[in-house]
C-alpha cells in the first residue's frame, strides 16, 4: 500500500502522517510538502490548477478589469439604471432626458451621448445622416446636430406614397430621362383663387394666369376664352384656312370648275361634291366666279328651272328660276345660302348641287360650288 496518495484537482501529493498505516516518513515528508506548497502557490483555479470558482464564491465590488480582453459566449447583458453617463465609450442604459423609459445609449470618444433607442423602438437618430430626427410618423433632416436649417438632398426619383398601412400604391417623382444639365423647378405659391399653371424658362411654376370667368372662364370642365381686350387679336396672328374639297374645321371647301349644260332634272351634278367638317356653327354655301374674264355666269332659256342646295343628300334650299324670254343670264353669287340645319351640330357634311328643270335649259359657266363654317 503506497504511503501518499495524489489529490483530484491539484495534484498535490498527501503524504500519510505518522499514526497511520503506512505513514511517510521524513525527510520525503517535508519535500512532499514542500511541492504542494509551491503548486498551491501558483494555482489559479483553471482546470488541474484547482477548483473553477462559481459567481456564489465571487464578490465583485469594484470595476472588473479585462485588460483589453473580450468576453464571450455571453447569453445576455443586464445593465443596471441609472448608470454613470460621463464616461467616454461606454454603453449604458438610463432614462431620456424628463423621465419616461429606461433606454439604452452609448458615449463616444468626443463625450457625445447617443440615445440607441427610445420611445420603445430604434432611435431614428443613429442614422448615418447627422441632423436627422423621427417623431410624429414624420423624419426631420436639418442641417447638421443642432441646426435649425433644413438640409438638402442628392438623391435619384422619389415614391411619394399615402399614410396607408402595406400599401403598395404610390407616385414617382423624377427628373426626365433625356436630360443634359442640371437646372432648378420652383413650386408656385399658391393663388388665392383657381389659376393656370405656367413654367418659365428659369424653372419658375407661376399661377399667374387667373380664371376670373371674364378674360379666362371655366365652364363645365372647359377652358374658354371670355371678353378680349380691344386689339387683342391681330389679323397677322389668324392662321390661314385650308382648301380643297375636303377640309376639316375652320377650312373652305371648293369644288372643281363646273362647266356645264343641263336640260333634265338632274340631283346631284356628278363631280359636284365638297366635304367639311364643322365644329357645330352655320355652314355658307354658295357659289363662286371661277375667273375674272365676266364669264361666269349662270345661263336660263326659256322655261322653268331650280337650283338646289343638298346637305348629305338631302336638298336645304331651292331658287327657282323662271324665263319667259329667249334667255337670261344671272351672277354665279346669286346662288348663296346659309344652312342653319347644322347649326349646334358638330360633324363632317358632303354638300352638292343639282338642277330641276321643267322646260328650256340651265347651264352653268366658270363657278365654284364652295362652302365654310362662319
Known sequence: MSNFIITPNMNLIAPNP?????????????????QDLLIIDAHNHSPGSGVAITPAGMDISTNLNFQNNSPYN?????FSAPAPTSSLTTLYTNTQTGGGLIDLFFNDGAGNVIALTKAGEVNA???????????GGTFTWKQGSGSTTPANFDIGSVTIRPNVAATTNGVVLGPPSAISSQYNVQLPIVPAQTSIMQLDTSGNMLATLVTDNSSIVISSQVLQIGTLPTHSVSQSTLAPRSSGSTVAAGGVAISAVLNISLGVSTNPIGGLSITITTTGRPVKVFLQSASGSGNSNIAITTGDSAVILNNNGTPFASYEIE????????????????DMTVNGTPGT??????????????????CYLMAYEI
Open 323 to 338: 324665263m319667259t324670254t329667249a334667255l337670261l343670264k344671272i351672277p354665279t353669287s346669286s346662288i348663296n345660302m346659309l
Open 18 to 34: 505518522g499514526g497511520t498505516p503506512n505513514p511517510e516518513t521524513g525527510p520525503q515528508y517535508a519535500l512532499d510538502q514542500n
Open 74 to 78: 455571453v447569453y445576455s447583458v443586464v
Open 125 to 135: 437618430t443613429i442614422a448615418s445622416l447627422p441632423g436627422e430626427s423621427y417623431a
Open 349 to 366: 357634311y358632303t354638300y352638292t348641287m343639282g338642277v330641276s328643270v321643267t322646260s328650256g335649259s340651265i347651264a352653268f359657266a366658270d
